[in-house]
T-cell receptor
Framework: GQQVMQIPQYQHVQEGEDFTTYCNSSTTLSNIQWYKQRPGGHPVFLIQLVKSGEVKKQKRLTFQFGEAKKNSSLHITATQTTDVGTYFCAGVTTDSWGKLQFGAGTQVVVTP | DAGVIQSPRHEVTEMGQEVTLRCKPISGHNSLFWYRQTMMRGLELLIYFNNNVPIDDSGMPEDRFSAKMPNASFSTLKIQPSEPRDSAVYFC?????????????FGEGSRLTVL
């Protein structure tokens, strides 16, 4: 079945540094979504990418969808303590009735 | 809008007891998802309803788990009998009508501890 792999599992970042988390699918995706979960909270939608090669930005966050629509990345510049949390990618395949398959998430810890 | 509402927020029970988790999706959303989150297995999709009909229940662990959606505004996830390995946070999420690719809105979750 479809598998969505996400790396790294943990990311320890100094405040002000940049980092990237990567998401790879075993099958071609219809679209990919990114969610953020704060400690003790619930996943909250960040963005959806649909087109091959699409790049979207939200302030310090840059999201990219690969040309083959099988991988995606999230890059955060100038990390702040408010970026703490776990970032999940979730892929949707064309034949999955819109079912989202979540990656394992990247847990981000920011050191002031 | 109040968002997706789940109850109870926390439940502690003993092995063998029946557990019922409840979810009220956002009004107008016709897709509803139940996820289970643990440290070991991450976010697992248990079951997915569309227009109150179960579309995919391949993630339901075993016969001890059952889910229903009797109407568009209510769903339950039942575990009977419960076991310690069922301890997890259970999330309900809903999605807007007519959108197979739209964002999921998650509830705050029900934290279940089975002793």
């Amino acid at each position: 079945g479809q598998q969505v792999m996400q790396i790294p599992q943990y990311q320890h970042v100094q405040e002000g540094e940049d980092f990237t988390t990567y998401c790879n699918s075993s099958t071609t995706l219809s679209n990919i979504q990114w969610y953020k979960q704060r400690p003790g909270g619930h996943p909250v939608f960040l963005i959806q990418l649909v087109k091959s090669g699409e790049v979207k930005k939200q302030k310090r966050l840059t999201f990219q969808f690969g040309e083959a629509k099988k991988n995606s990345s999230l890059h955060i510049t100038a990390t702040q303590t408010t970026d703490v949390g776990t970032y999940f990618c979730a892929g949707v395949t064309t034949d999955s009735w819109g079912k989202l398959q979540f990656g394992a998430g990247t847990q981000v810890v920011v050191t002031p | 809008d109040a968002g997706v509402i789940q109850s109870p927020r926390h439940e502690v029970t003993e092995m063998g007891q029946e557990v019922t988790l409840r979810c009220k999706p956002i009004s107008g959303h016709n897709s509803l998802f139940w996820y289970r989150q643990t440290m070991m297995r991450g976010l697992e999709l248990l079951i997915y309803f569309n227009n109150n009909v179960p579309i995919d229940d391949s993630g339901m662990p075993e016969d001890r788990f059952s889910a229903k959606m009797p109407n568009a505004s209510f769903s339950t996830l039942k575990i009977q009998p419960s076991e310690p390995r069922d301890s997890a946070v259970y999330f309900c999420a809903s999605r807007q009508t007519g959108s197979n690719t739209g964002e999921l809105f998650f509830g705050e979750g029900s934290r279940l501890t089975v002793l």
